[in-house]
């Protein structure tokens, strides 16, 4: 299995996605305060379909940690039973 994205570039990823849109009045209105604050309906759609692509890219990432552990682990355990 190829590593795709490691954690740290998911969060990177969801980062800028947010930032990107939160940047854009399109998306996002500034307010005074974060009380006046708020995404527009085009922003929450685009929110929605940015984490229903982001959400996939999470998992693979957690999966293929935890492959990993279960490799290292078995790795270990056969270089001790070497010994």
Do not use: C
């Not at 490691?6 to 305060?33: C, H, M, P, Q």
């Not at 929450?44 to 682990?73: C, T, V, W, Y």
């Amino acid at each position: 299995m190829d590593k795709k994205y490691s954690k740290t570039a998911v969060k990177d990823v969801l980062y800028g996605t947010i930032n990107e849109l939160t940047n854009s009045r399109r998306f996002y209105w500034r307010g005074i305060s974060s009380d006046y604050s708020h995404l527009t309906d085009e922003g929450k759609e685009q929110l929605i379909i940015a984490l229903e692509r982001i959400i996939p890219l999470i998992h693979e990432s957690q999966d293929e940690e935890s492959q990993q552990r279960s490799r290292d682990k078995t790795f270990d355990i056969l270089k001790d039973g070497e010994k």
